[in-house]
């Protein structure tokens, strides 16, 4: 009888909660429509990596073959190449997305006048909202041995001009430096709430003791910001095969192939130009597979050093 009247005072309260809150669940529904439609729905294709796909016979006509699209994978020259630059240069962007932000944060924090500082924080977030369609147009302008500035500025010290889109050694720093410049501005955001966090009292007791404004940075900042530092980096893990296909694909060319091919545009390449829908699959589902790896690890050490939880 007990049981009984806990699940109806349990269903009155679920609905008088639901009866309070449809609106909020209304708004969410396009969302959740759209998640499902581009995001699970299409997970079904998975088992294109497993066939003998045949687009006249479609997903559920064409033979199973095994994993025999996933040896063939891992014997392509490209693909060890894509997975080795995939690595190195989205382990350089997540070192500088977090170094750069962090100090733009304590220097910004040195500023008094608010104005001063607004300022400066917008300049720095603008190129946050700017698609990569646009800025890689403008690097490449910019970047042009013959017409860009930084072309006329080498030639304007007698210098020979460096091609940095067509130099395949030089090519990820470009990609790296340019992805940080557009993207710290969110990450001092983010560092700057950290720091207004640390309790004021903190910076009042070190200055009735002496410390300078370094000093207090060194000895109160820093350790009150390292929570969040460790969050970011522990989360940033699951791009570790994430090496940031649009910018990539809006500057790279056959010349920097070598060192700027990552996984993603070689699964582009394979699927759609060259119509090999089922490697192009076998390759997404692994990096999909070793990229859920890293996301679960850098759950676990969010958990277990920052305290964070998702529920």
Same mark, same amino acid.
């Given at each position: 009888?007990?049981?009984?009247?806990?699940?109806?005072?349990?269903?009155?309260?679920?609905?008088?909660?639901?009866?309070?809150?449809?609106?909020?669940?209304?708004?969410?529904?396009?969302?959740?429509?759209?998640?499902?439609?581009?995001?699970?729905?299409?997970?079904?294709?998975?088992?294109?990596?497993?066939?003998?796909?045949?687009?006249?016979?479609?997903?559920?006509?064409?033979?199973?073959?095994?994993?025999?699209?996933?040896?063939?994978?891992?014997?392509?020259?490209?693909?060890?190449?894509?997975?080795?630059?995939?690595?190195?240069?989205?382990?350089?962007?997540?070192?500088? @997305?977090?170094?750069?932000?962090?100090?733009?944060? =304590?220097?910004?924090?040195? !500023?008094?006048? %608010?104005?001063?500082?607004? *300022? &400066?924080?917008?300049?720095?977030?603008?190129?946050?909202?700017?698609?990569?369609?646009?800025?890689?147009?403008?690097?490449?302008?910019?970047?042009?041995?013959?017409?860009?500035?930084?072309?006329?500025?080498?030639?304007?010290?007698?210098?020979?001009?460096?091609?940095?889109? @067509?130099?395949?050694?030089?090519?990820?720093?470009? =990609?790296?430096?340019?992805? !940080?410049?557009? %993207?710290?501005?969110?990450? *001092? &955001?983010?560092?700057?709430?950290?720091?207004?966090?640390?309790?004021?009292?903190?910076?009042?007791?070190?200055?009735?003791?002496?410390?300078?404004?370094?000093?207090?940075?060194?000895?109160?900042?820093?350790?009150?910001?390292?929570?969040?530092?460790?969050?970011?980096?522990?989360?940033?893990?699951?791009?570790?095969?994430?090496?940031?296909?649009?910018?990539?694909?809006?500057?790279?060319?056959?010349?920097?192939?070598?060192?700027?091919?990552?996984?993603?545009?070689?699964?582009?390449?394979?699927?759609?130009?060259?119509?090999?829908?089922?490697?192009?699959?076998?390759?997404?589902?692994?990096?999909?597979?070793?990229?859920?790896?890293?996301?679960?690890?850098?759950?676990?050490?969010?958990?277990?050093?920052?305290?964070?939880?998702?529920?």
């Amino acid at each position: 009888m007990r049981k009984e009247n806990n699940h109806h005072s349990t269903h009155r309260r679920f609905a008088r909660a639901f009866k309070r809150q449809w609106p909020l669940h209304l708004m969410l529904l396009p969302g959740v429509i759209i998640l499902l439609m581009f995001s699970y729905f299409p997970m079904a294709g998975i088992i294109v990596a497993f066939q003998d796909f045949n687009p006249r016979l479609g997903i559920w006509g064409s033979p199973i073959i095994g994993l025999r699209h996933f040896e063939f994978m891992f014997k392509m020259p490209d693909t060890t190449r894509a997975i080795y630059n995939t690595v190195f240069i989205s382990f350089m962007k997540i070192v500088g @997305g977090l170094v750069v932000p962090i100090f733009f944060a =304590l220097m910004l924090d040195l !500023v008094r006048r %608010n104005n001063y500082k607004r *300022t &400066i924080q917008t300049i720095i977030y603008f190129p946050y909202f700017l698609s990569w369609v646009i800025l890689g147009g403008i690097l490449i302008d910019i970047l042009s041995p013959s017409t860009g500035v930084i072309g006329l500025m080498f030639q304007a010290v007698g210098l020979d001009p460096i091609y940095f889109l @067509g130099e395949p050694k030089i090519f990820p720093y470009v =990609l790296v430096v340019t992805d !940080v410049w557009k %993207n710290f501005g969110y990450g *001092t &955001i983010v560092y700057l709430a950290a720091i207004s966090s640390i309790d004021t009292e903190q910076y009042e007791a070190s200055y009735m003791d002496g410390a300078n404004r370094f000093q207090q940075t060194i000895h109160i900042t820093l350790p009150g910001m390292v929570p969040i530092i460790i969050l970011m980096a522990t989360l940033s893990l699951g791009n570790v095969l994430n090496a940031g296909f649009d910018q990539v694909l809006n500057l790279y060319n056959d010349i920097v192939r070598e060192t700027g091919d990552i996984i993603d545009t070689l699964v582009y390449r394979i699927g759609l130009i060259n119509n090999r829908y089922e490697i192009a699959t076998a390759v997404g589902l692994f990096k999909s597979v070793v990229s859920l790896i890293f996301i679960s690890l850098g759950y676990w050490l969010a958990k277990k050093f920052a305290n964070y939880t998702v529920f």
